[in-house]
């Protein structure tokens, strides 16, 4: 735990303060403060007292007047304030454990932090959580937390988490059910093992948990899994079995809640070769970063940017490169914006993982050297747009540390990086800069 001030933000309440770098902060209107939730939550009131402690160890009062919920400008060695911690479990199908050797360190760390659920949107098992934790958030009421469900039958919750006292992971659930605490779910669906009768049983149990939301998604499986569970991918089949029981249990929740609470990641209704539902089923996207509703909202967005767009004078030609799974998908779009504009010249190339094995087929694990070597096949017109989320965050480097740059120079095309929604894609293709 780190709570010693090593910067303060300019013009900020504890600026104009005179609270110094160097001393660390030890309560706010006699809290303790142990982390960021703690500094962001007794942080939040109009008046706070603070306790500080000077570098030559005494330790003084400073009184603080701000407006409500502003920040008091204080910044510490880390974001939490605390080391982050690293997930307890083993779960079957964890991706960290299937990735191959060599690649960049942070790669292989498994984050099971419930302050960066609440902060940054992560879902979390739960099983790290302490006593005192799961109080906390229970006391600040602390909302949403994101929970990596997977099942609620207690021998299968701990034989798929590898992780024998996970079972308490299901007491907080139900705890902060009863507590009113805000709950987004996920079920990494593993065929053979928490599909069928035992994912019935999940959704059941959820209904009763108080859950806000949860999606179903399928299990990523790469090539290298090695003396590690056997699981198989989910085929169209089980695809279809699993979007019929979303929707058995959500249409008892619509009766019961007003929501469907269940929602299928897209790549369910693509494997089952089913049509993706209308936008009414995803209520207001609600979870969209587990790839629910991704390609309905594209969709919708690009269509909506397209009544607006010009084509260029001399437009130039593009290909798109994805992976499998939304191949198709983009392809309509594509041809959807060529019949409005005929000179539209653009094309969709679907890529294989060859790096992970071809089982895994989203455009956001695809790496710089299967660009590279497949788009090298094809004559790829004066550009190449590829979607944001195949990026490190904030960077132009791709998963196995290929750079934006270098594949430029091996496909001796220019790339482009397009935005996550549909208007982006629609300004892409028209050339619109932004």
Same mark, same amino acid.
């Given at each position: 735990m780190s709570t010693v001030i090593t910067s303060i933000d300019w013009h900020s309440p504890a600026e104009r303060s005179h609270i110094q770098i160097g001393e660390k902060l030890l309560t706010i209107n006699g809290h303790e403060i142990i982390d960021v939730l703690d500094y962001r939550f007794y942080g939040y009131d109009p008046i706070a007292e603070l306790t500080l402690q000077q570098p030559d160890g005494n330790v003084r009062e400073v009184r603080i007047r701000k407006e409500e919920g502003q920040d008091l400008g204080l910044n510490f060695d880390t974001y939490?304030?605390?080391?982050?911690?690293? $997930?307890a479990n083993h779960c079957i199908f964890c991706f960290v454990d299937q990735m191959p050797p060599g690649m960049r360190q942070t790669l292989y760390f498994k984050d099971d932090d419930a302050r960066l659920s609440f902060l940054l949107g992560n879902y979390i098992t739960l099983t790290n959580l302490t006593e005192r934790e799961a109080q906390r958030i229970?006391?600040?009421?602390?909302?949403?937390?994101?929970?990596? #469900?997977?099942? /609620?039958?207690?021998?299968?919750? $701990?034989?798929m988490l590898g992780n024998k006292n996970a079972t308490r992971s299901l007491d907080y659930m139900r705890a902060f059910g009863k507590a009113g605490i805000e709950m987004n779910g996920q079920i990494v669906i593993c065929?053979?093992?928490?599909?069928?009768?035992?994912?019935?049983?999940?959704?059941?149990?959820?209904?009763?948990?108080?859950f806000h939301s949860c999606s179903l998604v399928p299990v990523g499986l790469t090539k290298y899994r090695k003396g590690l569970a056997k699981l198989h991918p989910v085929d169209g089949k089980t695809a279809g079995e699993i979007i019929d029981i979303a929707e058995e249990y959500g249409k008892k929740c619509l009766e019961k809640f007003g929501t469907r609470l269940?929602?299928?990641?897209d790549e369910l209704f693509l494997r089952a070769g089913r049509p993706l539902p209308n936008e009414d089923y995803y209520e207001g996207y609600r979870q969209l970063e587990n790839g629910v509703g991704m390609l309905r909202s594209l969709e919708q967005d690009f269509l909506a940017a397209?009544?607006?767009?010009?084509?260029?004078?001399?437009?130039?030609?593009?290909? =798109?490169? /994805?992976?499998?799974?939304a191949e198709g998908f983009l392809r309509e779009l594509v041809e959807k914006a060529q019949e409005r504009f005929p000179g539209l010249k653009?094309? #969709?190339?679907? =890529?294989?993982?060859?790096?992970?094995?071809?089982?895994?087929? #989203?455009?956001?694990?695809?790496?710089?050297?299967?660009?590279?070597?497949q788009l090298r096949e094809?004559?790829?017109?004066?550009? #190449?747009?590829?979607?944001?989320?195949?990026?490190?965050?904030?960077?132009?480097v791709f998963l196995d540390d290929y750079t934006v740059e270098q594949l430029q120079e091996e496909i001796h095309c220019s790339v482009q990086i397009v935005? =996550?929604?549909g208007g982006d894609l629609a300004d892409a293709l028209f050339e619109v800069e932004v």
């Open positions: 939490l304030m605390d080391e982050m911690r690293s $997930c229970i006391d600040l009421h602390i909302s949403p937390i994101n929970v990596s #469900v997977h099942t /609620t039958d207690p021998q299968l919750h $701990c034989t065929p053979g093992w928490n599909d069928g009768d035992q994912l019935r049983r999940t959704l059941s149990d959820l209904m009763d948990y108080g269940f929602f299928c990641a397209l009544k607006f767009e010009e084509l260029p004078e001399n437009p130039k030609s593009f290909t =798109i490169a /994805t992976g499998r799974a653009g094309q #969709v190339i679907g =890529i294989d993982n060859d790096f992970f094995g071809h089982t895994i087929d #989203v455009s956001g694990l695809l790496t710089g050297q299967d660009l590279s070597r094809h004559e790829l017109g004066d550009r #190449v747009l590829l979607p944001l989320h195949m990026l490190r965050h904030g960077e132009t935005g =996550i929604d």
